[in-house]
Nanobody, 129 residues
Framework: QVQLVESGGGLVQAGGSLRLSCAAS????????MGWFRQAPGKEREFVAV????????YYADSVKGRFTISRDNAKNTVYLQMNSLRPEDTAVYYC??????????????????????WGQGTQVTVSS
């Protein structure tokens, strides 16, 4: 099993920045990819960004390209989501997710929640206008 714990959410004004962290513990050697999803009130959970844990690939939703950056620190078993130029529509609960076997070749595979085996409890991000 893998445990994921997010931190770093909060309230920020539009145009501001936040950095989310997700610390993984347990059988982390089994992780192939880690990423972030978000869920706004009344909406379905949606893909934000993902990276290959061993390095070499990062993928983003069109809505956050150029504003968000996903990165990792393997020594700390932690993945980060740097969020800049935040907008009110970025308001959501952000979830960290990890998958043992995700085909990063296909966008449909990357964005499919069912391909992720482990989830964090979520952290709230609120962007005020």
């Amino acid at each position: 099993q893998v445990q994921l714990v997010e931190s770093g959410g909060g309230l920020v004004q539009a145009g501001g920045s936040l950095r989310l962290s997700c610390a993984a513990s347990g059988r982390t050697f089994s992780i192939y990819a880690m990423g972030w999803f978000r869920q706004a009130p009344g909406k379905e959970r949606e893909f934000v960004a993902v990276l290959r844990w061993s390095g070499g690939g990062t993928y983003y939703a069109d809505s956050v390209k150029g504003r968000f950056t996903i990165s990792r620190d393997n020594a700390k078993n932690t993945v980060y989501l740097q969020m800049n130029s935040l907008r009110p529509e970025d308001t959501a609960v952000y979830y960290c997710a990890a998958g043992r076997n995700i085909d990063l070749t296909y966008y449909s595979s990357i964005t499919n929640l069912r391909n992720y085996d482990y989830w964090g409890q979520g952290t709230q991000v609120t962007v005020s206008s």
